[in-house]
Nanobody, 124 residues
Framework: QLQASGGGLVQPGGPLRLSCAASGFTLDYYAIGWFRQAPGKEREGVSCFSSSDGSTYYADSVKGRFTIFRDNPKNTVYLQMNSLKPEDTAVYYC???????????????????WGRGTLVTGSS
């Protein structure tokens, strides 16, 4: 299973780091994606990490501000979010698929394992 954590209230422009910890399986070769869903909006793929080759993928809306990376010993993928904007407010979810190339799909479609969401609120 996947456990997402790290959400909270942050002022615009501030940083926040989300964690996605896997248990019961290792993330080797997996695609691990972060998604978010704001009130009244569809879920969107934010970022994806391919453990098969270390490639990273980002939505245009977060490029240059968010960074996804994996800590192998901790079997955890992080989403470092900088320069947060009010429009980043959403429930964030992490998800995984056993094939890393899933990251190349539009909106990282087809993730098989989902964690519970964590709320990020960007507000002054």
């Amino acid at each position: 299973q996947l456990q997402a954590s790290g959400g909270g209230l942050v002022q615009p422009g501030g940083p926040l780091r989300l964690s996605c910890a896997a248990s019961g399986f290792t993330l080797d070769y997996y695609a691990i994606g972060w998604f978010r869903q704001a009130p009244g909006k569809e879920r969107e793929g934010v970022s994806c990490f391919s453990s098969s080759d270390g490639s990273t993928y980002y939505a245009d809306s977060v490029k240059g501000r968010f960074t996804i990376f994996r800590d192998n010993p901790k079997n955890t993928v992080y989403l470092q979010m900088n320069s947060l904007k009010p429009e980043d407010t959403a429930v964030y979810y992490c998800a995984a698929h056993p094939i890393g190339s899933v990251c190349r799909r539009a909106n990282y479609y087809g993730m098989r394992i989902w964690g519970r969401g964590t709320l990020v609120t960007g507000s002054s």
